[in-house]
């Protein structure tokens, strides 16, 4: 049983975005109570429908957005896929690029560094932009993608 967190994940991960000269827009984690929500472009009741994403972060015009998690999820590399190949959110991505000044979006995972897990995750990479797992010392490691963290 993995004895890492999704909290831990997150942290962690935001640690090290922080240490890579990322500016942190939001974050989220189980109880958090905080976060950015994007909502569906057409929704009647408040957060029906509502994502809200583990860390939303930005450098210079660059924007990521991941969904983090204890384990490999397939349903959030789905969700991350919707966002980044649907039109059901394109509007809130819209208003948060003008708020927040980026030009462009990368969508990715944060899992921890457990060997079966990555596995189901690295099998599942054409669903995300990038994926960064989570040793048990907080060390991230940047496993798929080609952006510049």
Excluded: W
Aim: contains cysteine; proline residues 3%; negative net charge.
């Amino acid at each position: 049983m993995n004895e890492i967190s999704e909290e831990f994940v997150t942290k962690s991960i935001m640690k090290y975005l922080q240490e890579e000269k990322y500016e942190i827009i939001s974050f989220d984690f189980p109880q958090s109570g905080t976060g950015h929500v994007l909502h569906p472009n057409s929704h009647d009741n408040k957060n029906y429908g509502a994502i809200i994403p583990d860390i939303i972060a930005k450098k210079s015009y660059i924007c990521i957005i991941m969904e983090n998690k204890d384990r490999y999820i397939a349903s959030d590399f789905e969700k991350l896929t919707m966002l980044r190949d649907g039109n059901k959110y394109s509007q809130g991505l819209i208003k948060l690029k003008e708020k927040i000044k980026v030009k462009s979006y990368f969508f990715g995972a944060g899992i921890p560094f457990v060997k079966e897990e990555i596995a189901k995750a690295l099998n599942n990479c054409d669903k995300i932009d990038f994926l960064i797992a989570v040793g048990n010392d907080e060390k991230c490691s940047l496993l798929y993608g080609n952006i510049d963290i």
